[in-house]
Nanobody
Framework: QVQLVESGGGSVESRGSLTLSCAAS????????MTWHRQGLDRRREGVAT????????YTDAVRGRFVMSRNGTGNHLFYLHLNNLQPDDAATYYC???????????????????WGQGTQVTVSS
């Protein structure tokens, strides 16, 4: 089994920054695709970013250039999402997900990932 635990959420003013963390443990592998998704009030869960074991990242258009997904060194157990220039529309619960396989073509589809954390909330005030 795999456990994912997110942390780092909070409340910031518009244009502020936060860094979210995702700690993975259990039956993890060096061959992985990690992802961050978010779900705002009355909205569907949507893909934000993904990072694979080769260090390749993908971002949804709404956050490209503002958010950066990274990991601790070349490891497979600690991942980050750096949120910059936050806007009110970025307010949501952010979830870390994983699949120990190649990144799915439909990486923005939450059902493509078998493992999820409980989420961490981000609030942005205008």
């Amino acid at each position: 089994q795999v456990q994912l635990v997110e942390s780092g959420g909070g409340s910031v003013e518009s244009r502020g920054s936060l860094t979210l963390s995702c700690a993975a443990s259990g039956a993890i592998s060096n061959f992985f695709c990690m992802t961050w998704h978010r779900q705002g009030l009355d909205r569907r869960r949507e893909g934000v970013a993904t990072l694979d074991n080769w260090g390749i990242t993908k971002y949804t258009d709404a956050v490209r250039g503002r958010f950066v997904m990274s990991r601790n060194g070349t490891g497979n157990h600690l991942f980050y999402l750096h949120l910059n220039n936050l806007q009110p529309d970025d307010a949501a619960t952010y979830y870390c997900g994983a699949i120990y396989d190649a990144c799915p073509v439909s990486w923005e589809n939450p059902s493509a990932y078998p493992y999820w954390g409980q989420g961490t909330q981000v609030t942005v005030s205008s």
